[in-house]
Each structure stands twice: as C-alpha cells, then as structure tokens.
Nanobody, 115 residues
Framework: QVQLVESGGGLVQPGGSLRLSCAAS????????MGWYRQAPGKQRELVAG???????NFLDSVKGRFTASRDNNKNTVYLQMNSLKSEDTAVYYC?????????WGQGTQVTVSS
C-alpha cells in the first residue's frame, strides 16, 4: 500500500524559508508524478508545485521565483524548498502522488508564516 509522509512544516517569519519533504513508501516504480498542494482556512485546495518522473516542474504563479521542487527517485522522496515566505503562504501543505491511475495523499503539514 502506498503511503506518503510529509515533514518540515512549522512556524517561520515573513521572508524566511522552509523545506518540506515527502517520502513515499510501498512503491515499486519511480515512474510517477508527484506534487504539492496547499489549503488555507476557508479556501479550496490548490496545486502549488508539480514534478514529473523526469523532474519537470510547474508552479502556481504566486510562488514562482520563490519555491522550487525536486525529487530523489532513489529515495522516492520529493522536496519543496520555500523561500521568501509570505503570510499568504500560510496553509496546510499536502503531498500528492498519481500512481497507476490512483491518487494518493499525505496527511498534511502545517506551514505558518507570521511575525
């Protein structure tokens, strides 16, 4: 069974940085797409960054130039490096994987940007 476990969230001041990690287990192939979503209170979940098996990435417009995404296929792990964080980045961040026609989600990790 596929499991996704996120880590790295927390409280950071505006302008600060955080790095989120998502480790996938139970996967027998590294050929799958992954992504990071976020959901702020009262708002819909939105795609923040997607990364293909070939490490091609796409980003939400509001995070372009501030966030980067990468993956280590040997570890089945994806990362989201978040720099120059703003208060509007505050949300629960979820890891997502699309494998064999199925969607898998992590439990979410809280990111709070506040002074």
């Amino acid at each position: 069974q596929v499991q996704l476990v996120e880590s790295g969230g927390g409280l950071v001041q505006p302008g600060g940085s955080l790095r989120l990690s998502c480790a996938a287990s139970g996967i027998i192939s590294s050929i799958f797409s992954m992504g990071w979503y976020r959901q702020a209170p009262g708002k819909q979940r939105e795609l923040v960054a997607g990364i293909t098996s070939a490490s091609s990435t796409n980003f939400l417009d509001s995070v372009k130039g501030r966030f980067t995404a990468s993956r280590d296929n040997n570890k089945n792990t994806v990362y989201l490096q978040m720099n120059s964080l703003k208060s509007e980045d505050t949300a629960v961040y979820y890891c997502h994987a699309f494998i064999g026609g199925y969607d898998y989600w992590g439990q979410g990790t809280q990111v709070t940007v506040s002074s």
